[in-house]
């Protein structure tokens, strides 16, 4: 199945969908607005590191475009105001946002082209990748990922309502036509015939153990596509532990790669999985074995 039929992309600009709600894929999220409006922005204050922050917009990758510049700072301003009333992020001021989120967020793009490039074939070209961003949270990497790459076609899954009633808000202030939202465990929807084995990449960030993650995620990638977590700056033991994981659901490791990041630790890595086979059925398990007995 095609990703445009399976998510509705170009019909519509932002759905949301469970797994478990198919075929009605596109469910509007009246019902969580009403519940969640967006904060008032007067309840929002200006943090005293603005200054910081607007050299580190600066600093940006210059690929960026300014209308992708402004829709950065849109996300910014929307996660900080958001915070107030539900926990997104332990980060509190701009700088930071900017520096320990999204700097971080958009330094997974040059591993990824470049193992996309050497490794994976198929119709999709980099101007078409389609990428699900598991256990999005506060959009973080995929929303960031969405503005800095507009011909790709993003899906962000996150199992709270109100994490996804956020997206979907900052979505649409930010004017994005190539994101839908699942509002799902990562269980339930590796299970789907919609989104089973469909993606070219899926990407995590600060979910879970590797051999945990690779559970969640690999279910969903296509054969031949890409796995790629974020993870700390010395990964080395968490990897070793899910080599046995990863090739149980049909992929090996290709590569743990250093990526800059002006977080406090000054380095992340980037572990990158190719999926050389289908995964077997049986996976992923129920909804909270992956956690409770990983592979």
Request: charged fraction near 15%; hydrophobic fraction near 40%; glycine fraction near 6%.
């Amino acid at each position: 199945m095609g990703m445009g039929m399976a998510l509705g992309f170009g019909c519509c600009r932002c759905g949301c969908a469970s797994a478990s709600a198919l075929p009605s894929l596109l469910v509007p999220f009246s019902r969580l607005r009403r519940r969640n409006p967006a904060p008032s922005s007067s309840t929002f204050s200006t943090s005293s590191s603005s200054s910081n922050y607007n050299s580190n917009c600066k600093t940006l990758s210059p690929s960026l475009s300014p209308h992708q510049r402004d829709q950065i700072s849109l996300y910014v301003h929307a996660l900080l105001q958001w915070n107030q009333r539900m926990n997104l992020t332990a980060v509190k001021d701009q700088s930071q946002v900017m520096t320990r989120h999204v700097q971080d967020s958009l330094s997974l793009l040059s591993p990824l082209h470049r193992a996309y490039s050497a490794n994976c074939s198929s119709s999709s070209t980099h101007h078409s990748i389609s990428l699900v961003d598991v256990g999005s949270g506060a959009g973080l990497p995929g929303l960031i990922l969405a503005i800095a790459c507009p011909g790709w076609k993003f899906t962000l899954l996150d199992s709270m309502h109100k994490r996804c009633a956020f997206l979907e808000h900052v979505v649409h202030l930010t004017g994005l036509s190539n994101v839908n939202i699942l509002c799902d465990r990562a269980e339930n929807v590796g299970q789907s015939p919609h989104f089973r084995e469909v993606f070219d990449v899926a990407v995590a960030r600060a979910v879970a153990e590797l051999r945990i993650l690779a559970e969640y995620c690999l279910p969903l990638v296509r054969v031949g596509g890409l796995f790629l977590a974020a993870k700390g700056n010395d990964p080395q033991e968490e990897i070793e532990n899910a080599k046995k994981a990863v090739n149980l659901l049909g992929a090996s490791i290709l590569e743990s790669c250093a990526v800059e990041s002006l977080g406090p630790l000054g380095q992340r890595t980037a572990v990158i999985c190719f999926k050389d086979r289908a995964t077997p059925r049986k996976y992923p398990r129920h909804p909270g074995i992956p956690s409770k007995t990983p592979l």
